[in-house]
């Protein structure tokens, strides 16, 4: 594989630029902050793409907040790269969208199913790995140069894990498992049902073989009907050749039976003076007087006949030569289709052909796109439990019964302090002043015991409270979590949607496929439709070289006017042709009556 161009329409800082490579080892080198590293993504991005599964990973994310441009809605590159088996291929990204055209360019059409993976096609399955595994063995990026160079010690874990196809130290089971998956991913089973690449490409080659099986009956046929046509030539042609052979052979029969008669009677003729003194015999004098009687003939019928009828040859003759006169030596314009109209019409009806062999796009049957996400959105959430109570419930239980505990004893300890401080009082008052000071003081001691009971107490209690809120902020959460739940079982329901998530994944990627393969035909109908005005401009442009007249004010004409003006071409031509035929026709009509008619006159010439 080799990289022709890369061109960001907006990668990073790269705006409408464009970077061609040479035919070896290609160098770009600059100051920081070049950009050197974002033509480094933009390729890898141009051959690989993103993947259009649901949910991002912490990669996909890292990677658009490093290169989508801060500006603007357009995030797009593209690349031209040339494959080991020799196809041309164009690979057009809009990573904002996630939409991607691959074309080979060779043949004109798009090989997006070739490399589909993770509903998005992955130049990197040309190489045999994906855009993960790429990444790590074939992409070199600044950041890890920068660490071996920081540490040497490190280079031998890079070369380990470069060496791994999964960017890190696996095991063979592992390594199964990946493959199992990327099998089951990008190549699917032949199943009715498949919506996997190995289905679709098994319907397309099907698709294909019937296609071409259809060509090829209808090349066999005209192949038959053009040796048929030769034979029938062939056969005509000979035909005429032993009917003309025949009529020569008759009239020179003819002519030379004349000429004995004519030879016969003038010998005879020759030698009679010289018998005047013999005796002639009946039988001479009855064969004297049967050839004078042939002379007789010859020369009355016969040679006056003859001379009318060369009178009437030389009249139609000269009839003939009349109309010779008002047919042209050369008919006006082609007696034949010129080659560049007629090479440019092959390719024309070949595009044409290629345009109605290209099926049209079916319109999926099930909800759109973004449907479905939020669908698979909302299943996840009504089959998800809620928020966990974390056990707050048994915390607030033990908190309570803590807190009993507690009260109990601070009130026992309370009553406790407050009698003994009161007898001691007692005791002590009694010795040094009179009742009422007593009374005063355990009045005093009481108060002082209840208002450190009262704040022990509601120390004992803020545990409790603080979980008893907890408690209720989680009742709430719940609550508000199921009413979500039910909305999301409302919205599948009314859209007659599974509650199922492997159904959901399953209705996505059909979505997914089908959407990129509405886009490929889309883009295939494109191409031919280009690829048929342009040989519809080329043929135009033959056809204004002959002659022919087509109004272009309005830019190139339409397949109405094109094919008008071709019909009006061809016959034209055909008349011509025609014209020309009977030209030649004529003229080899005009040398067997002139070879005719000097035969005759010698012929008579010699008899009189």
């Not at 699917?188 to 190995?198: E, T, Y």
């Not at 439990?385 to 009260?407: K, Y």
């Not at 034209?572 to 025609?578: F, G, I, R, S, T």
């Amino acid at each position: 594989m080799r990289f022709r161009r890369v061109k960001a329409q907006a990668f990073g800082p790269l705006v409408d630029a464009e970077l061609e490579f040479g035919e070896g080892l290609t160098v770009v080198w600059g100051p920081n902050e070049a950009a050197k590293s974002s033509w480094h993504s933009a390729m890898y991005a141009a051959l690989c793409g993103r993947r259009r599964r649901s949910g991002r990973s912490v990669a996909d994310e890292d990677f658009r907040q490093r290169h989508q441009p801060w500006g603007g809605d357009r995030w797009a590159v593209s690349a031209d790269i040339d494959l080991d088996d020799g196809r041309h291929v164009s690979i057009s990204r809009d990573l904002a969208n996630r939409q991607s055209d691959v074309l080979d360019v060779t043949l004109g059409r798009t090989v997006d199913d070739e490399i589909m993976n993770e509903g998005s096609p992955d130049g990197a399955l040309w190489l045999g790995l994906d855009r993960t595994t790429f990444l790590s063995t074939a992409c070199i990026r600044q950041a890890e140069i920068a660490a071996v160079t920081a540490s040497p010690d490190g280079l031998k874990h890079l070369l380990q894990q470069a060496a791994s196809t999964l960017g890190g130290d696996v095991t063979a089971s592992d390594a199964l498992l990946a493959l199992s998956r990327f099998r089951k991913d990008n190549v699917g089973q032949d199943r009715a049902n498949a919506v996997k690449p190995l289905r679709l490409a098994n319907e397309a080659v099907a698709l294909a073989e019937s296609k071409l099986g259809g060509v090829q009956r209808r090349q066999q046929e005209y192949l038959t009907l053009v040796a048929e046509r030769e034979l029938t030539r062939a056969s005509v042609g000979a035909a005429e050749q032993a009917l003309a052979d025949v009529e020569v052979s008759v009239q020179r029969g003819r002519y030379r039976e004349e000429v004995r008669r004519s030879q016969q009677l003038t010998d005879l003729l020759a030698v009679l003076p010289t018998t005047t003194d013999s005796v002639v015999s009946s039988t001479e004098l009855d064969q004297l007087e049967h050839l004078l009687a042939q002379w007789s003939t010859l020369s009355t019928s016969s040679s006056a006949g003859r001379v009318r009828e060369v009178g009437a040859v030389q009249a139609e003759i000269a009839a003939l030569r009349q109309e010779l006169g008002d047919i042209p030596d050369q008919p006006p314009g082609d007696v034949g289709v010129a080659e560049p109209v007629r090479e440019a019409h092959a390719a024309l009806e070949i595009a044409r052909a290629a345009t109605v062999a290209s099926s049209s796009p079916s319109e999926f049957s099930g909800p759109e796109l973004e449907v479905l996400r939020e669908a698979h959105r909302l299943a996840r959430l009504a089959q998800s439990p809620g928020p966990a109570d974390e056990g707050i419930v048994v915390e607030l239980d033990a908190a309570r019964t803590t807190a009993a505990a507690r009260h109990q004893q601070l009130r026992v300890g309370t009553i406790a302090r407050t009698v003994g401080g009161g007898a001691l009082l007692v005791a002590v008052a009694l010795g040094m002043a009179g009742l009422a000071s007593v009374a005063a003081g355990v009045a005093a001691l009481g108060a002082v015991g209840l208002g450190v009971f009262w704040w022990s107490r509601q120390l004992a209690e803020v545990p409790v409270a603080e979980l008893e809120v907890q408690l209720r902020d989680h009742q709430q959460a719940l609550e508000a979590h199921r009413a979500q739940a039910r909305a999301a079982m409302e919205f599948l329901s009314h859209r007659g949607l599974p509650f199922d998530l492997d159904q959901i994944h399953e209705l996505l990627e059909a979505r997914a496929v089908a959407d990129a393969n509405r886009a490929r035909l889309v883009s295939e109908q494109k191409y031919h439709r280009r690829e048929v005005q342009l040989r519809q401009d080329r043929l135009a442009d033959a056809l204004a070289q002959r002659g022919v007249a087509i109004d272009t004010s309005a830019g190139s004409p339409d397949t109405g006017t094109l094919d008008e003006a071709l019909a009006s071409y061809l016959g034209d031509v055909h008349e011509a042709a025609l014209v020309a035929e009977q030209r030649r026709g004529i003229d080899i009509l005009a040398q067997r009556l002139k070879h005719n008619i000097e035969t005759e006159q010698r012929i008579i010439k010699r008899i009189q």
